[in-house]
């Protein structure tokens, strides 16, 4: 079974777009949300991560929206830029136990 | 710091044979978590490795196996190599526990079973 659920697979935007991936998961007991962003050849490179007693972060250009009653969370990148085309995970964990579910991951092309 | 470093970077290998890689964490982090990615599958967690022993276990068969030293570093062991273990094996270093900050990757090792 999946515990996190990404989408979409893939997305397009133009340079200054503000794409916008989902997850979703199930376990209520998660209480730890990361985000990764991965280039070719690199491993992922932890992005912004949320607690579930917040609703939003903002760091730099990222944010994240977490709705907690509906069990999903998502990724916003404001005014996109080339450098940021890139795969990005999200992931949730329980804090203590240090286990991270991943999701299946979303590329992003931004075209300038 | 230093960041968390895999070696080696690349390596091929044939079926049959067994595969040992190793990583080593951030200055300070005792947990040792090892992924496979592959295009297909994506992140797939294998096991976590706190203080020296395994805490946490992926879905993966015991050909799979690992170990922590003393000093946190980490090795892992794939015995009797099929074509599908081909992938990007990652490791991340965390504190372990009470951890707001997450896992920080390394580069991975890019395994090629031929």
């Known amino acids: 079974q999946q515990q996190v659920k990404q989408s979409p697979q893939s997305l397009i935007v133009q340079k200054g777009g503000i794409p916008i991936i989902n997850c979703a998961y199930e376990?209520?007991?998660?209480?730890?949300f990361p985000w990764y962003q991965q280039f070719p050849g690199k491993g992922p490179a932890l992005l912004i991560a949320?607690?579930?007693?917040?609703s939003e972060k903002k760091e730099g250009r990222f944010t994240i929206s977490f709705n907690k009653s509906a069990k999903q969370f998502s990724l916003h990148i404001m005014d996109s830029q080339p450098g940021d085309s890139a795969t990005y995970f999200c992931?949730?964990?329980?804090?203590?136990?240090?286990?991270?579910?991943f999701g299946s991951g979303t590329k992003l092309n931004v075209k300038p | 710091k230093a960041g968390v470093t895999q070696t080696p970077r690349y390596l091929i290998k044939t079926r049959g044979q067994q595969v040992t890689l190793s990583c080593s964490p951030i200055?300070?982090?005792?947990?040792v978590s090892w992924y496979q990615q592959t295009p297909g599958q994506g992140l797939q967690f294998l096991f976590e490795?706190?203080?020296?022993?395994?805490?946490n276990k992926g879905n993966f068969p015991g050909r799979f196996s690992g170990r922590q030293f003393s000093n946190s570093r980490s090795e892992m062991n794939v015995s009797t190599l099929e074509l599908g273990d081909s992938a990007l094996y990652l490791c991340?270093?965390?504190?372990?526990?009470?951890?707001?900050?997450?896992?920080?990757f390394g580069p991975g090792t890019r395994l090629t079973v031929l």
């Open positions: 991340a270093s965390s504190l372990g526990y009470l951890d707001t900050l997450g896992q920080f």
């Open positions: 376990n209520t007991a998660f209480d730890y």
């Open positions: 949320i607690r579930p007693d917040v």
């Open positions: 992931a949730a964990s329980i804090i203590n136990f240090n286990k991270f579910y």
């Open positions: 200055s300070g982090h005792r947990s």
């Open positions: 490795y706190f203080s020296e022993t395994q805490r």
